[in-house]
């Protein structure tokens, strides 16, 4: 079941003393990560650059819908724009059921995936009522989009504008889903729900707006703001 939406991959609740998988580590590894694993070694298609893993870190190359462990061999399992990927989620998600006993899944969501598509990308997910549902894209008609605004939206605004930064990190569900999960994850492939397809294939009114991004008290949204600014300064100055 869900039991927090975190602010970012960097604010999870992993005890000291937990081994950690991180599933699909590709070329940005979680550094509390005790065991990294990927499927692909000699191809960036699914990712911006070559494989990387820290230092203390052990690398198995290993299919994410299939892998090489024990049922509940992980205290806690790492996955991070991975799912959006595979064939079959599904199968996928289950298999970081079978091996974590907690973990955390962040995923681009309908949105991020309409400011900043992706070719390799095969499905979009929403956290609605806390499950993560998973439509394809192709099923919405996203799998060949006429713009494409990701250098924008990822790389040029994040680099050139203190306002967007804040913007996002204070607004994360914008570009992803967060999940972190105990014992298992809830998850839809493809509803048939009217009221949840309607997410996917409808305008959104007020309800939706509110269900996705819930209003914030001013005085709580300010301060979110402030600690925030903190936060990348120091960022800032510790990089």
């Not at 892998?67 to 799912?83: G, N, T």
């Not at 499950?131 to 996203?142: A, H, N, P, R, T």
């Not at 305008?203 to 939706?208: D, L, N, Q």
């Amino acid at each position: 079941m869900k039991i927090n939406t975190p602010k970012s991959r960097y604010h999870l609740k992993i005890k000291k003393k937990d081994l950690v998988l991180d599933v699909g580590c590709g070329d940005f590894p979680h550094p509390r990560a005790n065991v990294c694993v990927d499927k692909y070694t000699d191809s960036n298609y699914h990712r911006l650059s070559n494989l990387r893993v820290l230092d203390g870190q052990k690398f198995i190359n290993s299919d994410g819908e299939s892998l090489p462990f024990d049922d509940k061999s992980f205290d806690y399992v790492i996955c991070c724009h991975v799912m959006e990927h595979v064939p079959d989620p599904a199968k996928f998600m289950n298999e970081l059921i079978r091996v974590g006993k907690r973990g955390y899944i962040e995923v681009p969501s309908l949105t991020g995936e309409f400011l900043a598509p992706m070719e390799s990308h095969k499905w979009v997910c929403l956290d609605i009522n806390d499950k993560i549902v998973v439509v394809s894209k192709k099923e919405i008609g996203l799998d060949k989009p006429n713009l494409d605004f990701s250098n924008l939206f990822l790389y040029h605004l994040t680099s050139s504008s203190l306002a967007y930064k804040l913007f996002i990190k204070t607004h994360p569900n914008i570009l992803t889903v967060r999940y972190e999960w105990e014992q298992s994850i809830d998850f839809e492939i493809n509803p048939k729900d009217i009221e949840i397809k309607k997410y996917f294939f409808q305008p959104w009114g007020k309800k939706e707006l509110e269900q996705i991004f819930p209003k914030k008290k001013i005085l709580t949204d300010f301060w979110n703001n402030i600690l925030t600014f903190g936060e990348i300064i120091r960022t800032y100055f510790k990089s």
